[in-house]
């Protein structure tokens, strides 16, 4: 069983360009949950997704961010417009119920230079 | 504003060295505590923990959540080289979904 997928796992992008994160969740999870984190620093919760569904994004900020999680196909965090201040790890979890345990992705590094 | 910090942030020792890793929480609404090893890649989940008191084991690694005290510890024994990595505490403060609030982890370094 394939463990959580994300890709790339390093992101080099200007400042103005968008980057696009994909996350491939363990087969059989439904949900999808974001964290960013910035280096020395703890995970910070983005988004918890189910599939077609946004349910919590208490931790995204309001501008420039968003995230998806098809029906079909990998979630997906979109930043627009990138900033230095975005260079970050970001690290997509899934698990199989909300109350559950997350298993966690190798994460992408973005680097806005 | 939820917080959980982890002491000490640092921590070297010598192979064989028992340590004993601090997580202190100060939350709206508790549901869990969960403890993740994190090295250079994704966070591994190790343990969750509901209940106060209960210890959990794998292996060298055992845990105990206090929640009078609102913390718990991570006691690895015997440690190995293998045993250095980041050390992540969070805590589940969703009240319908599951919500981790982290704390800024425990870097340990175990030298031969």
């Known amino acids: 069983n394939a463990g959580v997928m994300q890709n790339p796992r390093h992101l080099v992008r200007r400042r103005g360009q968008e980057a696009r994160l994909r996350c491939s969740p363990m087969k059989g999870h439904s949900h999808v949950y974001w964290y960013r984190q910035l280096p020395e620093e703890g995970l910070k919760f983005m988004v918890y997704l189910q599939k077609e569904n946004i349910i919590d994004e208490s931790g995204m900020p309001k501008e420039r961010f968003s995230a998806e999680f098809p029906k079909e196909g990998p979630s997906i965090l979109r930043i627009q417009q990138v900033v230095r201040g975005d260079s970050a790890a970001y690290f997509c979890?899934?698990?199989?119920?909300?109350?559950?345990?997350?298993?966690f992705g190798p994460g992408t590094r973005l680097t806005v230079t | 504003e939820d917080k959980v910090v982890q002491s000490p942030l640092s921590l070297v020792v010598h192979e064989g060295d028992t340590v004993t890793l601090n997580c202190s929480y100060e939350v709206t609404n508790f549901r869990s505590l969960l403890w993740y090893k994190q090295e250079k890649k994704a966070p591994t989940f190790l343990f969750m923990l509901?209940?106060?008191?209960i210890e959990k084991k794998s292996g060298r690694l055992s845990s105990i959540l206090d929640k009078k005290e609102l913390s718990s510890i991570l006691n690895i024994t015997a440690t190995q080289t293998g045993d250095s990595a980041i050390y992540l505490c969070a805590v589940d403060v969703g009240q319908g979904a599951q919500k981790l609030v982290f704390g800024q982890g425990t870097r340990l370094t175990i030298n031969p």
């Open positions: 509901t209940s106060s008191g």
């Open positions: 979890a899934s698990s199989p119920r909300g109350f559950h345990e997350q298993y």
